[in-house]
């Protein structure tokens, strides 16, 4: 058997036609933000969420919190903007989400969103990512594991 009559054994990389290239177990993407009143509202008028502990200031002081508090959606949507942007990248999106919510997000926080890539399929543009949300204090408000896949997209 000549070397032209070897079968093709090259492994495929899922990840050339994606705009940020595939991604590294390790790296790490991070992005902050502060969090406002407007935030809140914003997320209301588009999910219909309007639980007293985001909206009324009163009924949100008189509980347990103390204050109003960030809806989820809210804090999280930090981890969607560094997936979507930084790592991995344009055209993903999460598959899977497994999140706990260990500390609530007040109004006038500043919030850091970090991804780090924890296995990277090289075949297929999947990514394991670990999560996290911190507040200004370093304390961690919401942590996890999700599953990211990023679509091929024109440069």
Same mark, same amino acid.
């Given at each position: ?50 639980? %007293?502990?985001? =909206?009324?200031?009163?009924?949100? &002081? ?6 109003? *508090?960030?809806?989820?959606? @809210? $804090? ?48 297929? %543009?999947?990514? =394991?990512?670990?999560?996290?949300? &911190? ?6 408000? *919401?942590?996890?594991?999700? @599953? $990211? ?7």
């Amino acid at each position: 058997m000549s070397a032209n009559d070897q079968p093709n054994t090259a492994a495929v990389n899922g990840w050339t036609e994606t705009r940020h290239g595939m991604p590294r177990q390790g790296d790490v993407a991070e992005r902050k933000k502060d969090v406002t009143e407007k935030d809140i509202e914003l997320f209301s008028t588009m999910s219909g969420d309007y639980n %007293p502990l985001h =909206t009324d200031k009163a009924a949100a &002081e008189a509980s347990r919190f103390g204050g109003l *508090i960030v809806q989820g959606g @809210v $804090t999280t949507g930090i981890l969607n903007a560094v997936v979507a942007e930084d790592l991995p990248g344009p055209g993903s999106v999460f598959l899977s989400v497994e999140w706990k919510f260990s500390k609530p997000v007040y109004v006038g926080d500043t919030i850091t969103g970090r991804v780090e890539v924890l296995d990277v399929r090289e075949d297929k %543009p999947f990514c =394991t990512i670990r999560t996290t949300v &911190e507040n200004q204090d370093g304390e961690v408000c *919401i942590s996890g594991e999700a @599953v $990211t896949y990023t679509a091929a997209l024109p440069q």
